[in-house]
């Protein structure tokens, strides 16, 4: 850091420090609480899982390795456990960032697939909103002809079994004509098929549960689960909304776009952290009660064990990251040297 | 041969002595395992054991935050990571060249083979603490030969270890020669016993003890010289009657009538001199006698010699247990006597770290030329920090029981090499009885539980509220008598 910043720093702390306590001024979201049902949640049993998944990645000059972990447990007086794990080279070097987030959710839903069926409720970290919004620039820069071709390989990715990725083994078809393109298109389209495998299969029972979700409906310029994180301590739950997703999608459209979700900020136990929760169905409060009494049933200190389970188990820390490459006994450039 | 059950296996890196494992089964502390790797079997001993659960990990901060989780994961996922030190090729107990390589498997050590690593020699002290079926016997040669150390914080089983090998050494003829500071062994039950009385010929001592005995200061130069005057003539025949100190007194009264004293000093000092001597007769009555036979000539073959120190003050403790060290070790270089142990309680008292006594000086000369004439040291002492370092480090054999003072445990350390870190810190969690040998007693350092000796040692732990509760009733009854015999009086007065 330069030490330029320490003196700008010394120079604006006052203003920062106003600034910081404008924005925690409880004052500003007491009107919200009205919004607020406070309800002591009963525990009730059923068969809960829940998934997680990591993805971890070392970048040289030319390529990419990456390793990738998912998880699915189900509490249903045992934990049993689905899981899967890859270590691979990513190619071509193109649209890195977003290729490796979408490696990580289909290792992801395909863990959850594998247990799915034998659950009550399935919870998945994060927004299934955002999921389906996500990865959008993928389709982007295949012309028509292009995406026929990769079109005729959809059936295949929708038998496709086991928890890897089809795409690699399926690219061996695709022409050289704009391959790049083709192959993360033929990545992406693998992504929706498999969430629509889930969402099909489980559009009764799968929960989105975020930490750190961004939406902001209130109008109050921060997120939604912040104002009611000051607002309120009691467990609980907002009043829920719907919500739809609008854009149009290459495959599955129609279903996609029928969802409709119903999103709601809730709280598990008193004093504890404020999650969002989004399921991909309508749901009225007292239904959403119940949702919550069986989510609660397995969780702890305010949160779902089997997902904070989950997500303990996968996390690929840098450290590991180094000894599997180590294991890997490469020696390549990274670029990075001469800056050392 | 594959030995026992698989407990564990390596992981991470490791050295020629010491390698890390993981293991879903709990071993125990000090449990034997042997690793197979390179054609070897190698003996090891677990040093450390490490516990823990990823679900419950130590930033948890509300207690039923664990029992919501331990609800759900049970005691499953739970891993148990350890140390081996490895101590050997169970054939030969050479420590390999190379280093077990990560994924050697830990098996339990077998007990027929740990039978041919404890079970060879020829003094019983108990049982392996992981394996009671393995008997721990040593090796009355070494343990004689090269000295032993008993250390342990006081009520840890220090003399009951004394008494359980004494018993042993009676067994094997031997001659165990016990300073009994504290009157624990003489009515302790062993099988043959021989009491002695701390009773010394006043004949048979040298100048020096004489001297500390009569209490001759150090810088009473004239005093001394008298006295030593006077102790000479005595002690070589001096004609006449009495007893060596009435001759002694009737020395120093003629010098005292002499002429030959001119100045006033001299007059005074052979005044406080005859003062001393008969001090000392007076305070030693009893203990020195001069129609006492030599203690040397009292000490049996085949039993405790027991040597009541209990009610003698210090002084005359270490000149007695000077004046026989000093004489077996004479009698030793010419044969006279057979190899003898000599078990010193307290020794911390006798053979301290910070002053000189009479006893140090010839525990430090047995703890140096013993071995070569055949006279073995046991040193007990609950205070090795304060105990002499040079003898301490002669000892090449410990068996250290319950130590919690860091300072006791590493001068303790310091005295042995043996002893590793691991080991060192189990020190301080030892039960009553239990131990940690070492030294060429023992092929391989081992974690014993000691017989408890049947007989019964008077230092054990006494009972209190038993002796309160004694009392009391006593004092009640008198009470009620004193009562009765009021009341007795007044109405023979009405
Ligand atoms: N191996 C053993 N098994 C069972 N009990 C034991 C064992 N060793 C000692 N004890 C018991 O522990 C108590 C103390 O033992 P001991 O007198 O031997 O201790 P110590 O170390 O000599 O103590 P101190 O320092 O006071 O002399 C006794 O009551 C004895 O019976
Ligand atoms: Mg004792």
Redesign the interface.
Known sequence: MLDLTYEVLARDKSGIQKRVSELLDRSIVKDYRARWNSVCFKPSPSVVGAEDGSINHKRYKNLVIYAVNATAHV?DG??RSASSADVGVLYPYFQIEERLHLYRAIYEFKCALEVIDSVDLFLVDGSMISDLNAFRRLSQGVSKEQREEVFALLPMLEQAEGVEIASIELSRRLGPDGYREKLVFLEYLEYLTTLEKLLSRGLDKLVGISKLSTRSRLGTGVPDLAVFEEATSQAGYSDPETDVVTRRFPVYDELFRSLVFTISSIRLEDGKDVYMLEVPREIDKSQLIELLERISY????GYP??LK?AH??VTITNREMKNLIAGLGIVAKTGREVLK | MTGGSVIGVCIGEATPGEAAFISREMPVTGEYVTLEFEDARVLGMVESLVRGS??ISGDII?PD?VE??LK???T?GQYVRGRVRLLGDVKDLRIPKVPPPPGTKVKRADTETLRQLFSTGSIRIGTLLSNPEVEVKLDANMMVSRHLAILAITGAGKSNTVSVIVEALIKLEGMPIIFDMHSEYGDAGFTSVKKIAPRLNPVYLSFAEFKMLVDVGKDAYIQERLLRKAFNAAKSGMKGRGSFIEKILRKLEEKADSEELKTGSEKNAIAGVINKVEDFENKYEGLVDPHAPHILDQLEQGSANVIDLGSVDEDYADVIVSHILRRTLYKRKTGDMPPAFCIIEEAHILAPAKRPTHSKYWIDRIAREGRKFGVGLCLVSQRPKSLDQNSLSQANNTIIMRLIEPSDQRHVQQSSERLSDDLLAQLSSLNIGEAITLGLMTKIPALVKIDKYPGKIKGGDPDITGEWKKRAQKQRQLKKQKKAEITDLYTNII
């Open positions: 509490y045992d934990i397995t969780s702890v200190d064990y089997l389970k303990k188990e | 990823p679900a509300d935050v919501r989780i759900f994961e049970g499953g």
